[in-house]
């Protein structure tokens, strides 16, 4: 099948054919006609799809048509769980809109607010949105919903295990009930199926590939070796294989920035991307990566989210997740719309439990590589796969509304900071007057809890 035979007008043709892309991939196929017919959609696929055209070119399609935006009004909004998805839903958005005439526009906290109000002052045809910052914007009076016709939520799960529920059901409620709803999400899980309850009317569900599958041409292998030697055996490794880009994944913030450090002080050109970056410089880390300046990005999950780069060589999990979809999420980083790619993780005893998780979510024993001169001195204890079903877990309140990283206290969604603090890697800033005025109002005029305060 062509992109020709899905419905798509000859402006977005040429922009697909100005990006190389000749045959839209089984997401693409299905979602674009379900979209097109004006259908409510779920969609689950594993990343590195396509599923961000998937939505995208219909989207556009669809615009095409109808009154322009008035003043601060927008016709079609996505909410995306992190800055750098944000950003790159939205460099999806202009490149496939060249040959348009439609507007668009980004915002995200850890950046300064009243550039993007001034940006939506013209009205926009497609706002790309985390929902701190959208929030934030909305309190302002900076952006308004009447002229809704389409919302789109990417990355549903991801938004879940981020704390984003209470935020996405206060932006639901401020929108128009007349909408076409398109949730896009790596999995359906029951916890998104009871968001898809109060969003979707009668949806056209599609699922491209099995929950939680990793991707078949991402060879995946492992490193038995001691905790202490992780960094020490990835330089190693660097060297002798000689990899230019590589992104590195570190469970924590401090080990990031450590990891780091390291591959600096070895000769391997790093920088590291995480929650406590501000947005100037892990805009800069990103474009660095993706230029060839530094060789190694060293990102925590949160930060990583929206990371598209294409033809990535190397993923490396320098220490494994503790949720195993993320295992997914990370090496899908890499063998993105059909290419090849490695993804090889360094592991040590204490991170057997994790290990075997992972294995029996994605229904395979990771291949083992021993490294010479990295022996570990306490080895790696064989698996053997776990075939019993995997049942979805919801997402734990306890570390729902924090900065990205282990160990981080829970917080209030309702007390976060504009720009997104009221949850993971969305920035930060000093409150608004709107902001303060409702935290006022929330408080009583005391600043202690009202009675009739919710969490």
């Not at 309850?197 to 590939?209: F, G, R, Y």
């Not at 995997?390 to 997402?395: D, H, M, S, W």
């Amino acid at each position: 099948m062509a992109f020709a035979n899905l419905g798509l007008s000859a402006p977005l043709l040429q922009a697909i054919s100005d990006k190389g892309y000749e045959t839209p991939s089984p997401i693409q196929q299905q979602a674009i006609p379900a979209i097109l017919s004006g259908s409510d959609v779920m969609a689950a696929a594993q990343t590195g799809t396509g599923k961000t055209a998937g939505f995208t070119l219909p989207l556009l399609e669809l615009l095409q048509k109808g009154e322009r935006p008035k003043h601060n009004h927008i016709r079609a909004l996505i909410l995306t769980p992190t800055r750098e998805l944000a950003a790159q839903v939205e460099e999806s958005v202009k490149d496939y809109s060249k040959h348009l005439s439609l507007s668009h526009a980004v915002v995200f906290g850890g950046v300064g607010i009243n550039p993007q109000m001034q940006r939506l002052r013209k009205g926009i045809d497609i706002l790309v949105a985390t929902p701190g910052r959208l929030l934030d914007l909305y309190q302002q009076n900076a952006v308004k919903f009447s002229q809704l016709e389409v919302l789109v939520l990417d990355e549903a799960d991801r938004m879940l295990d981020m704390g984003f529920i209470h935020d996405i059901k206060r932006i639901i409620k401020m929108l128009p009930t007349r909408r076409q709803n398109l949730l896009f999400s790596a999995t359906f899980s029951d916890p998104i199926r009871e968001l898809a309850n109060t969003l979707v009317n009668n949806p056209q569900e599609i699922s491209v590939s099995p929950a939680n599958s990793t991707v078949e041409k991402v060879e995946q292998w492992l490193v038995p070796v001691d905790k202490s030697r992780k960094t020490a055996a990835l330089i190693k490794l660097i060297k002798r294989q000689k990899w230019q880009q590589i992104l590195v994944f570190s469970r924590t913030k401090h080990g990031a920035n450590r990891i780091a450090k390291k591959l600096e002080s070895a000769g391997i050109a790093a920088a590291a991307i995480h929650g406590d970056k501000s947005q100037g410089a892990r805009t800069r880390a990103l474009a660095d990566f993706k230029n060839g300046k530094v060789s190694a990005l060293v990102a925590t999950d949160i930060a990583a989210r929206g990371i598209d780069i294409d033809q990535l060589p190397f993923v490396v999990n320098l220490d494994l997740p503790n949720v195993p979809a993320d295992y997914v999420h990370r090496i899908g980083r890499t063998g993105r719309a059909g290419a090849s790619g490695q993804a090889v993780s360094f592991v040590s005893e204490d991170e057997l439990d994790q290990l075997k998780d992972i294995e029996r979510l994605i229904k395979t024993v990771i291949r083992r590589e021993t490294l010479p001169g990295f022996e570990p001195e306490l080895p790696l204890t064989e698996t053997v796969l776990d075939t019993r079903p995997v049942k979805a877990n919801r997402p734990k309140k306890a570390k729902a509304h924090s900065t990205d990283g282990a160990g981080a206290k829970p917080r209030n969604p309702r007390q976060g900071k504009p720009g997104g603090n009221r949850s993971q890697g969305q920035g930060s800033g000093k409150p608004g007057e709107a902001e303060k005025k409702r935290r006022f109002r929330s408080n009583g005029a005391n600043g202690k809890p009202s009675s009739n305060h919710s969490s």
